[in-house]
T-cell receptor
Framework: DAGITQSPRHKVTETGTPVTLRCHQTENHRYMYWYRQDPGHGLRLIHYSYGVKDTDKGEVSDGYSVSRSKTEDFLLTLESATSSQTSVYFC????????????FGPGTRLTVT | RKEVEQDPGPFNVPEGATVAFNCTYSNSASQSFFWYRQDCRKEPKLLMSVYSSGNEDGRFTAQLNRASQYISLLIRDSKLSDSATYLCVVGNFGNEKLTFGTGTRLTIIP
């Protein structure tokens, strides 16, 4: 158990509304990640953070923004949700030492109608 | 070509059998390699890291072939609880970013 929680665990929202997903960790890891998982695709990186206020884009960042104002919290915001953003969203942390494994939170299942 | 390629399966294997999965990766500069397992509607969980010399953890053995750019996972004496999707994962230096395969689905049959 890597001490990662995600909220909400399930959400249904309408197209065009903003949505914020929260990832919380209790072990002071520097690196945190947001992925999405869709059928036929591997997990794909949306954004990641390497410290407070330090973030960078992943391969599928369009339509998403992130913020990290505290070490323990990493927020993912869908500015204006679209049906293509219906997915399962996983947060992860990276261990400090080699081989730098990543551990995942339980996921948020988001449906955009 | 996908960065990480896996046979999606499904592999349906009788309990007690040995099963092997392979995975190929395209980036020769990749530095770290992992196998994760994912149960239905759950998060991926680290099964094992894969080291250059190969490594074993109980019934599980992982091998890395850098020359041919593939990773393998061998499961011996398979159990019903081994039924899951197995994800091959490759990382860059320091694992700042990981690239995931789409997974191989395994079902162990009683």
């Amino acid at each position: 158990d890597a001490g990662i929680t995600q909220s909400p665990r399930h959400k249904v929202t309408e197209t065009g509304t903003p949505v914020t997903l929260r990832c919380h960790q209790t072990e002071n890891h520097r690196y945190m990640y947001w992925y999405r998982q869709d059928p036929g695709h591997g997990l794909r990186l949306i954004h990641y953070s390497y410290g407070v206020k330090d973030t960078d884009k992943g391969e599928v960042s369009d339509g998403y923004s992130v913020s990290r104002s505290k070490t323990e919290d990493f927020l993912l915001t869908l500015e204006s949700a679209t049906s293509s953003q219906t997915s399962v969203y996983f947060c992860a942390i990276r261990q400090t030492g080699a081989p730098y494994e990543q551990y995942f939170g339980p996921g948020t299942r988001l449906t955009v109608t | 070509r996908k960065e990480v390629e896996q046979d999606p399966g499904p592999f349906n294997v009788p309990e007690g059998a040995t099963v092997a999965f392979n995975c190929t990766y395209s980036n020769s500069a990749s530095q770290s390699f992992f196998w994760y397992r994912q149960d239905c509607r759950k998060e991926p969980k680290l099964l094992m890291s894969v080291y250059s010399s190969g490594n074993e953890d109980g019934r599980f053995t992982a091998q890395l072939n850098r020359a041919s750019q593939y990773i393998s996972l061998l499961i011996r004496d398979s159990k019903l609880s081994d039924s899951a999707t197995y994800l091959c994962v490759v990382g860059n230096f320091g694992n700042e970013k990981l690239t995931f395969g789409t997974g191989t689905r395994l079902t162990i049959i009683p």
